[in-house]
T-cell receptor, first 112, second 116 residues
Framework: TQLLEQSPQFLSIQEGENLTVYCNSS?????LQWYRQEPGEGPVLLVT?????EVKKLKRLTFQFGDARKDSSLHITAAQPGDTGLYLC????????????FGKGTSLLVTP | GAVVSQHPSRVICKSGTSVKIECRSL??????MFWYRQFPKQSLMLMAT?????????EQGVEKDKFLINHASLTLSTLTVTSAHPEDSSFYIC????????????FGEGSWLTVV
């Protein structure tokens, strides 16, 4: 069962452009995490959002948690080729021993 | 930060054989470990959750007799793919929660399994 829906699945943009990735669910999550994964490596945590309406910034990345804690977005300003990778949102499911359930991911390609 | 290490990072095995992947928490006690499988260009799919000293809880559709998970100590969990077939070829990733580390989950580097 896919608890988290991510969109878009694929995104190819040019350096300098802005983009937004969305993560939606019908479930309420105690927290949502965003990860970035390079091919052949484990995911690397970017941010955890906990409070409804919370906004966190990480340099050119802005993360927002929806007021109802069912959705989140990741906005990248002035994308750079180094931002290329697979972006994954993940939510904690309480009754699975805090297992993370992942969205399908957004594969981002930033070309010079 | 806490470190989770997986071994081997890459393994090739013949169809019909079994292969074991280890997941170790290097500097903390992992009370819960999670095993994920990731096919190329897809997301991570949770296979099972294991708590130290108890049987693993498998997600729907994951064969417990095929994917044997052992979490015998607070620093080691193993995933054994039995009677492997080419369709089992995948990227397997473990993650762990630790005692005293709150709800933070730490991921291993992943293990590529190729069954030929």
């Amino acid at each position: 069962t896919q608890l988290l829906e991510q969109s878009p699945q694929f995104l190819s943009i040019q350096e300098g452009e802005n983009l937004t990735v969305y993560c939606n669910s019908s479930s309420v999550f105690s927290s949502l995490q965003w990860y970035r994964q390079e091919p052949g490596e484990g995911p690397v945590l970017l941010v955890t959002v906990v409070t409804g309406g919370e906004v966190k910034k990480l340099k050119r990345l802005t993360f927002q948690f929806g007021d109802a804690r069912k959705d989140s977005s990741l906005h990248i300003t002035a994308a750079q080729p180094g931002d290329t990778g697979l972006y994954l949102c993940a939510g904690v499911v309480w009754d699975s021993g805090y297992a993370l359930n992942f969205g399908k991911g957004t594969s981002l390609l930033v070309t010079p | 930060g806490a470190v989770v290490s997986q071994h081997p990072s890459r393994v090739i095995c013949k169809s019909g054989t079994s292969v074991k992947i280890e997941c170790r928490s290097l500097d903390f006690q992992a009370t819960t470990m999670f095993w994920y499988r990731q096919f190329p260009k897809q997301s991570l799919m949770l296979m099972a959750t294991s708590n130290e000293g108890s049987k693993a809880t498998y997600e729907q559709g994951v064969e417990k007799d095929k994917f044997l998970i052992n979490h015998a100590s607070l620093t080691l969990s193993t995933l054994t793919v039995t009677s492997a077939h080419p369709e089992d070829s995948s990227f397997y990733i473990c993650s762990a929660r630790g005692r005293g580390l709150g709800n933070t989950i730490y991921f291993g580097e992943g293990s590529w399994l190729t069954v030929v």
